[in-house]
Nanobody
Framework: QVQLVESGGGLVQAGGSLRLSCATS????????MGWFRQAPWKEREFVAA????????GYADSVKGRFTISRDNAKNTVYLQMTSLKPEETAVYYC????????????????????WGQGTQVTVSS
């Protein structure tokens, strides 16, 4: 079983950038497809980005495409989310998640397919 710990959240002005990190332990991160999700107050948790075990395949929510980049360093057991041009409406708790499946496919966008979650890191974007 893998443990996930997010970091890198904080307060940033609209248009600014942040890089989130998700450090893993307990099992090598290369065994897992990984995803980033976010949850704003009074809203459901939503997909942001996902990356395959090898890092060769990524996927993004339409709302972040071109601004956010997901990456991973399997040697460091860490997954990243680089966020640029942040908007106030993107204020949320950001979570990383992991799953073990045979293939990376479109189900990577579905919250319920991830059994392993971090505790989340708060991102606040001021206007």
């Amino acid at each position: 079983q893998v443990q996930l710990v997010e970091s890198g959240g904080g307060l940033v002005q609209a248009g600014g950038s942040l890089r989130l990190s998700c450090a893993t332990s307990g099992r090598t991160v290369s065994d897992y497809h990984m995803g980033w999700f976010r949850q704003a107050p009074w809203k459901e948790r939503e997909f942001v980005a996902a990356i395959s075990r090898s890092g060769r395949t990524t996927g993004y929510a339409d709302s972040v495409k071109g601004r956010f980049t997901i990456s991973r360093d399997n040697a460091k057991n860490t997954v990243y989310l680089q966020m640029t041009s942040l908007k106030p409406e993107e204020t949320a708790v950001y979570y990383c998640a992991g799953r073990i499946t045979g293939t990376y496919d479109s189900s990577a966008r579905i919250t319920g397919t991830y059994p392993y979650w971090g505790q989340g890191t708060q991102v606040t974007v001021s206007s």
